[in-house]
T-cell receptor, first 112, second 114 residues
């Protein structure tokens, strides 16, 4: 089954404790992206990747890191999480950057 | 600056009546435009997309949208609402700016009354 998977689905952590949210797709898509969803703001793009080793900032990249060492994986790293990063995070992939994006199920992160 | 504005944060209709969800965009580039739907506690699903082939785009579940370049609008419509249409709808623009940046509107919550 074609899908985007994210892990973990739920995470509660404390300020400053480094964490990684994994994202993997099995559709051989070139484009992958991370978003955060906050009430009243829609989804905002954090980082995106056009292909392996090619990443670029979205609208809200501060406090986040990404890497794209393999085509199928695009982890999101929070090196020192803060409470304002409490949010619902979605990973997505598409064949190219202007095609339909397929979304993962979301990761709900709470930073206390 | 590029932006997407969904003109209504909430829309309420009765079952069987038409649905109109409004979206305006501003962009210095030729955009690709999409509508996605998010049902409660679910992920996002593509409804339809515009990529310059035709200005009237048909999507799933009876939805369609018309691209009007002169008005920079991409409004979503459906002739007859169904209870299962109750969800949040997002208008989305992707812009080729070197890479491809994606901008979501803030969303419109659609309520359908019996």
């Amino acid at each position: 089954e074609a899908q985007v998977t994210q892990n973990p689905r739920y995470l509660i952590t404390v300020t400053g404790k480094k964490l990684t949210v994994t994202c993997s797709q099995n559709m051989n898509h070139e484009y992958m992206s991370w978003y955060r969803q906050d009430p009243g703001l829609g989804l905002r793009q954090i980082y995106y990747s056009m292909n392996v080793e090619v990443t670029d900032k979205g609208d809200v990249p501060e406090g986040y890191k990404v890497s794209r060492k393999e085509k199928r994986n695009f982890p999101l790293i929070l090196e020192s999480p803060s409470p304002n990063q409490t949010s619902l995070y979605f990973c997505a992939s598409s064949r190219t950057g202007n095609n339909e994006q397929y979304f993962g199920p979301g990761t709900r992160l709470t930073v206390t | 600056a590029q932006s997407v504005t969904q003109l209504d944060s909430h829309v309420s209709v009765s079952e069987g009546t038409p649905v109109l969800l409004r979206c305006n965009y501003s962009s210095s580039y030729s955009p690709s435009l999409f509508w996605y739907v998010q049902h409660p506690n679910k992920g996002l699903q593509l409804l339809l997309k515009y990529t310059s082939a035709a200005t009237l785009v048909k999507g799933i579940n009876g939805f369609e949208a018309e691209f009007k370049k002169s008005e920079t609008s991409f409004h979503l419509t459906k002739p007859s609402a169904h209870m299962s249409d109750a969800a949040e709808y997002f208008c989305v623009v992707t812009l080729k700016t070197g890479g491809f940046k994606t901008i979501f509107g803030a969303g419109t919550r659609l309520f359908v009354k019996a």
